[in-house]
C-alpha cells in the first residue's frame, strides 16, 4: 500500500492545459513492485533504440532506478514510434538533480493520444485507500497504469502515471473512486 502522504509530491500540471515539465516518478516512490528492469544507467533495449534507452537511463542517474524496464513499456506495439520519439526527448531533456523534464510536450501529447486510440488489454485494478490517500495500478499490455490522489478541502488532486512516468495531473471530487482508472480522472488519459 503506498505512503503517498509521506513522500514528496511531484504533480506536474495536465498536459491540456499548457504545461511544458515531465516528471519521472524515483523508484519507490510512486511505482509498484518490482518490475524486472534494469537499474539505474542500464538499458536492457536493444537494436536501433538501444540509444534513445541508454540515454535516458544516463541522465536519470538514481530518479528512474527501474529504467530499462520502464523504456521497454514505454516503447510497445502499437505505439513503437511514438513512445520512441518521447523516450529520445526524455533522455535528451533529463534533469537529474531535479528528477524533471523541461520540454516533451508534443511528445508526451503523441504518445497518449497514440495509447488512448489503441485498444489495450489491461488486468484488474488494485490498490488502496485511507483517509488522505487511494491508489490504484493495473498491468496492461502496454505498459503499468497508475493513479494516485490525495485530498485538498474536499477535491482530490491526482497524479496520472505510465510505466512509472507522470505524464499528467487532474482534480475531481474526492472519494475513493477518484483513483478509479476508467471513471477517475487519471482515465481520461489512459
Known amino acids: ?5 509521506t ?11 499548457g504545461c511544458s515539465e515531465v516528471r519521472i516518478v524515483p523508484d ?6 518490482d518490475d524486472g528492469g534494469s537499474g539505474a544507467g542500464e538499458s536492457s533495449a536493444t537494436g536501433v533504440d538501444a540509444e534513445a534507452c541508454q540515454s535516458l537511463c544516463d541522465a536519470s542517474g538514481p530518479c528512474l532506478a527501474k529504467c530499462g524496464a520502464t523504456c521497454q513499456y514505454l516503447r510497445l506495439a502499437p505505439c513503437e514510434d ?14 537529474a538533480a531535479t528528477c524533471a523534464i523541461d520540454g516533451c510536450q508534443a ?4 504518445f497518449l493520444a497514440c495509447r488512448k486510440a489503441s ?6 485494478e488494485s490498490g488502496g485507500a485511507g483517509d488522505s490517500f487511494c491508489s490504484m495500478s493495473r498491468e496492461c499490455d502496454t505498459g503499468q497504469e497508475k493513479a494516485q490522489c490525495e485530498p485538498h478541502d474536499g477535491v482530490a488532486q491526482c497524479t496520472c502515471y505510465v510505466s512509472s512516468v507522470v505524464v499528467g495531473t487532474c482534480s475531481g471530487p474526492w472519494s475513493f473512486e477518484a483513483c478509479n482508472l476508467e471513471a477517475g480522472c487519471c482515465g481520461s488519459l489512459f
Do not use: H, I
Open 119 to 124: 485498444p489495450s488489454s489491461c488486468g484488474p
Open 107 to 110: 511528445e508526451t501529447d503523441a
Open 82 to 95: 511514438e513512445g520512441t520519439a518521447f523516450v529520445a526527448c526524455l533522455g535528451e531533456r533529463y534533469d
Open 1 to 5: 500500500m503506498s505512503s503517498w502522504g
Open 7 to 17: 513522500r514528496p509530491l511531484f504533480f506536474v500540471l495536465l498536459w491540456a492545459f
Open 28 to 33: 519507490g516512490q510512486g511505482g509498484s513492485g
